[in-house]
């Protein structure tokens, strides 16, 4: 029986939602501005107005209403984040704001490298990515990690990053989840591997990520809840079972890679997923997704340090999966997000 009462209850939510990360959006745009004398990056390329933006984002939220309505997943769940927490990490997000600011300045910059965290981390991996103190290796920054996304999309995050249980959905239907194994790659603070243990209470779930501080914010997001093997290791050298996932997921983390470490994480999620296994990957949209929004990827790199986005964005990620025996199953382009499901041969 469809859910309407459920629908309901997200759309509302998730209005409410964006209307406070919209806010916050303008709020700290308004902020960046008065701290800097830098002026902001014009790109050459088009950008779309606000009301396609809006437009774009409200056809997202009525997808993930109805999402709901169709019992691919519950209402959407915030119960890990009490309000007094939650305002909590907005005012750390904006006191942590004119230090971010002083590196966007100064790009040379960083604090990641100084962390005792980043001994033995990939060099890659151990800097100021989006100009954030400490990089993804403190606890401030796990804390801070998704009240800021989901400012920077305006409360967008949540429901891009559910767009991959309709794969995973059509996946499962007639499979026995209690045989089942899903590996959340760079799970980060496992908001993502919530949801899934929120939808599939049975499966066996495992998350991976290089950074302490990030696993121990999924563990609390866990909490209560059965829970999954989180595991401390880089995505390009997984200490897993060859052939060992059913489902590997990996949502935005190829923006943040080296262009030969994109290869490698490629060839990782190849191995350990089965024969015939699935592949959900949710990353940034790339240049001529959307032809009349690639002002926006032009100018992301330059607000936020992402070294390696340039390149991710003309990145041949078809050519990339099928070398590694991933074979295309489907893609799609929701809102800024790109999903692409692929299928192990």
Known sequence: MPNTVGMAAQLAGQSLRFGWYFALNRALDWRTDRLGK???????????????????????????????????????????ASPLRHLARVWAMFADLPQAYARRADKDATTAKAEAAAVGVPEYYAQDFHFQTGGYLTEGSA?????????LFMGAAGPMRRTAFAPIGEYMRGRD???????????????????????????????????????????????????????????????????????????????????????????????????????????????????????????????????????YSTDDLDGMFMAAGLEADMTSTPFLSKLMVRRKR
Not at 179 to 185: G, P, R, S, Y
């Open 177 to 311: 989840q209690r045989k089942a194994t899903l590996i959340d790659v760079a799970c980060g603070t496992g908001r993502f591997l919530r949801q899934v243990r929120l939808a599939y209470p049975a499966m066996t779930l495992k998350g991976v990520d290089l950074s302490r501080a990030y696993l121990g914010e999924a563990a609390r997001q866990l909490d209560g809840l059965r829970g999954a093997e989180l595991i401390e290791a880089p995505a390009e050298r997984m200490p897993l079972e060859d052939a060992s996932a059913d489902i590997a997921t990996s949502i935005f983390l190829y923006h943040e890679l080296p262009p030969d470490v994109r290869r490698q994480v490629t060839a990782e999620v190849a191995r350990v997923l089965k024969p015939g296994g699935l592949f959900v990957f949710i990353d940034s949209l790339q240049m001529g997704d959307k032809p009349g929004w690639d002002g926006l990827l032009e100018a992301f790199p330059h607000r936020f340090h992402e070294p390696y986005y340039r390149h």
């Open 143 to 151: 804390q801070l990690y998704d009240v800021q996304v989901e400012t």
């Open 38 to 80: 830098t002026p902001r990056y014009r790109p050459s390329r088009p950008v779309p107005s606000q009301r396609e933006l809006l437009a774009d984002q409200a056809q997202l939220l009525m997808s993930d209403a109805l999402a709901v309505r169709d019992g691919l997943y519950p209402p959407m769940d915030d119960a890990a």
